[in-house]
């Protein structure tokens, strides 16, 4: 049996077929770290048997290095990341969320909000820090840090007029929409709009002038591998490629892609060795990326289902315990706290985020919840397209719903 585990394994290893380069010797470089972890932790002293229920998270560890940090971009002295402390609210309160600290968040919300207000833009729209323009990956950043809290003080802090406003600011006349004021273009730009008018009902369906070419120009953004790049004629990319079918799915136009070219590109992404992701085509793995092309397959099945089509109601169309394996053995930084890209990196908030969200997708699909390891491994369920907790989605939904009903009374 361990010889047959043995063979399996040199099967999925990278073969460079006897001519070595840059990228299949850094490749290989990853294997050999990747495998260093898996055999120190299945030769620890228990059965095969036992093995995988001795797969833990370390979750008191990752909530302490949050809550550590969770203050420190709303610090004025704080000049690291400057353009960045929206985000990393975002990253520090969706990951604590995550871990089943939202009491915690919500206790502290207030404060929390008081700061994103003061990255908010009298004429609508968030920066990435106080008193910075607005930029629409900052403003998606603050919504979701404020969807992620999850109560009345949070949804309260939303202005959504002057939201809305700055969107039309940004959208492009093809469809697209520029990330800030006479700024890039690309296809973030489509999908945060998307996100965040879909989230605020702002509406989003395609005769929406707000909206009015979108879906068109995010297809001419997929490449002939299948994913998308970041406009059009660029390189597909799994971060890329999440905006672009999270943005079609939000527009309802996901069978308008080469849907096959896409399924068939992030299913190869998830590395057979491995058990992560990679964001390019011969690239390395890397945690973040759970998230961002674990996503893309449930968002389709997801969508497939609401068209009746058929789909596997028990499992995604990726290896979900591998893609656990991989987060749970390989990606936590030991003994902080915290989650890396990959063995011998340095852990930090962003791929602390992305490798819980991707972990909360792999341990859910419609019908069944895969968890391995302890049973305590089970992180709370985010919603695939928002990357948004599902219980706040859920909190965000009824408040709007109470706040329509008040309008439509006056």
Known sequence: ????????????????????????????????????????????????????????????????????????????????????????????????????????????????????????????GYGGGPGQEPHLAATYAAVNAIVTIGNEIAFDSLNRVAIEKFLRRMQQSDGSFTLHESGEVDIRGAYCALSVAKLLHIPTHPESDLFRGTADWILSCQTYEGGFGAAPDHEAHGGYTFCGVAGLALLDQLDHCDLDALMRWTANRQLSFEGGFSGRTNKLVDGCYSFWNGAV??????????????????????????????????????????????????????????????????????????????????????????????????????????????????
């Open 1 to 124: 049996m361990e010889n047959e585990m043995k063979c399996s394994a040199l099967h999925r290893r990278y073969n460079d077929d006897g001519y070595a380069t840059k990228t299949s010797i850094e490749q290989m470089r990853v294997e050999k770290s990747v495998e260093h972890l898996y055999d120190v932790f299945f030769e620890q002293d228990y059965n095969d048997d036992e093995s995988t229920n001795k797969i833990i998270l370390l979750r008191a560890e990752h909530i302490e290095y949050l809550k550590n940090g969770l203050f420190k971009p709303l610090d004025h002295n704080f000049f690291v990341l400057d353009t960045s402390r929206s985000w990393m609210v975002y990253w520090i309160s969706l990951s604590l969320n995550l871990l089943g600290e939202s009491d915690y968040l919500k206790e502290n919300s207030l404060k929390i909000t008081s700061f994103l207000r003061n990255c908010e833009s009298p004429h609508g």
């Open 297 to 410: 397959l449930p968002i389709i099945q997801s969508w497939r289902a609401q068209k009746n089509l058929m789909v596997s109601p028990d499992h995604w169309l990726f290896d979900q315990e591998a893609l656990q394996e991989y987060v749970l053995i390989c990606c936590q930084n030991k003994p902080g706290g915290g989650l890396v890209d990959k063995p011998g990196k340095n852990r930090d908030f962003y791929h602390t985020c992305y490798t819980l969200s991707g972990l909360s997708i792999a341990q859910n699909s419609f019908n069944s919840r895969i968890v391995i390891g302890v049973s305590d491994n089970f992180v709370e369920t985010i919603h695939p397209v928002f990357n948004v907790p599902c219980q706040s989605l859920e909190s965000l939904r009824e408040y709007l719903k109470r706040m329509d009903n008040q309008e439509e009374l006056k």
